[in-house]
């Protein structure tokens, strides 16, 4: 009797228990795997394709403006000539659309690093999938204390930490999942790559998906362990979701930012994301930039899960 009440099992095996527990959760409706890829989708598809900015910036978007004709008196001319030289108009718009014909992808290119904004959008949508799966990790803990398992499963000689990683690594498994589909329905609508992908920078998008998902799961989790009503972890994902997504560069470039955005954007871990994931897949690769991103995304994932564990330590009870 006294074997079976000494019987700890390893961290490895608590925690893939309870991560297979907490996936088959998931995979067992269906439904709600479409719609957490449809809705990024949504957003790719419709907001992406509609706000086409290269015909923001070219000739033809003054199509509508009639462009008069240009006198210009005989004496102004060099040599000097008798009469008027009379320029038409639609000469005039003809030569502007074809100097400035690519004028839209020169700016787009400039500022955004790619000449479509589809390509830029959709690869931040990456970004907008981790940060609505890591922040929704911490309502799975409150349904398990309404329901009585957390109470259970703590009675157990589990580790705590088994518990607590076990939601991040969830949380974390779905966000992959989730944008490599992502990626994937993006090629086929018209994503760009750059000369420099392959496969193998699909592992490099999976580690910096991995660790602001670690960081950021942990802190959510850590905020509802104590909670058993949904509205707490529901006002904090509110309060927090759209100033990360807002205040990076999901959607726009950080140097186009007001000062003081920009001053909240850098230490973004979004931005960093963002900026990582585009740096594997539609620009070319910049090794010194991508080290920077990956060396802030490890630090942030290291203390934020630190923070977590050790709140998730001090207030997982019974």
């Not at 060099?78 to 030289?85: A, M």
């Not at 990456?126 to 409150?142: A, D, P, R």
């Amino acid at each position: 009797m006294s074997g079976i009440n000494d019987y700890n099992p390893s961290l490895l095996r608590g925690l893939w228990a309870l991560t297979v527990r907490e996936l088959k959760k998931w995979l067992k409706d269906p439904l709600m795997v479409f719609m957490l890829v449809l809705q990024p989708l949504i957003w790719m598809g419709l907001l992406g394709k509609s706000m086409n900015i290269n015909a923001m910036f070219s000739v033809s978007s003054l199509s509508g403006v009639a462009i008069p004709d240009i006198y210009i008196p005989g004496s102004l001319l060099r040599p000097p000539v008798s009469g008027t030289l009379v320029i038409p108009g639609s000469l005039i718009a003809q030569q502007l659309q074809q100097t400035f014909s690519d004028v839209g992808a020169r700016i787009m290119q400039v500022n955004f690093g790619v000449t479509d904004y589809f390509s830029y959008m959709a690869v931040g949508i990456v970004s907008m999938i981790v940060i609505m799966t890591t922040v929704f990790s911490g309502m799975s803990i409150v349904w398990d204390r309404r329901l009585g398992f957390l109470n259970k499963v703590v009675s157990t000689p589990v580790s705590r930490a088994a518990i607590i990683f076990s939601k991040v690594l969830n949380a974390t498994l779905r966000a992959i999942f989730q944008a490599t589909v992502i990626l994937a329905l993006a090629y086929l609508l018209g994503l760009q790559l750059s000369p420099t992908f392959t496969l193998l920078n699909l592992l490099g998008i999976y580690a910096a998906i991995f660790l602001v998902g670690v960081g950021l799961s942990s802190v959510f989790i850590a905020f509802s362990l104590r909670s058993t009503r949904m509205e707490r972890p529901m006002q904090i994902i509110n309060l927090i979701m759209m100033p990360l997504m807002f205040a990076s560069n999901i959607f726009f470039p950080i140097s186009l930012m007001p000062d003081w955005m920009q001053a909240v954007a850098k230490v973004n871990p979004l931005s960093y994301l963002t900026d990582a994931v585009r740096q594997l897949t539609i620009l070319p690769l910049d090794g010194s930039v991508l080290l920077l991103d990956f060396t802030y995304l490890g630090i942030f994932a290291t203390i934020l899960s630190a923070i977590g564990i050790v709140l998730s330590w001090k207030y997982l009870t019974k």
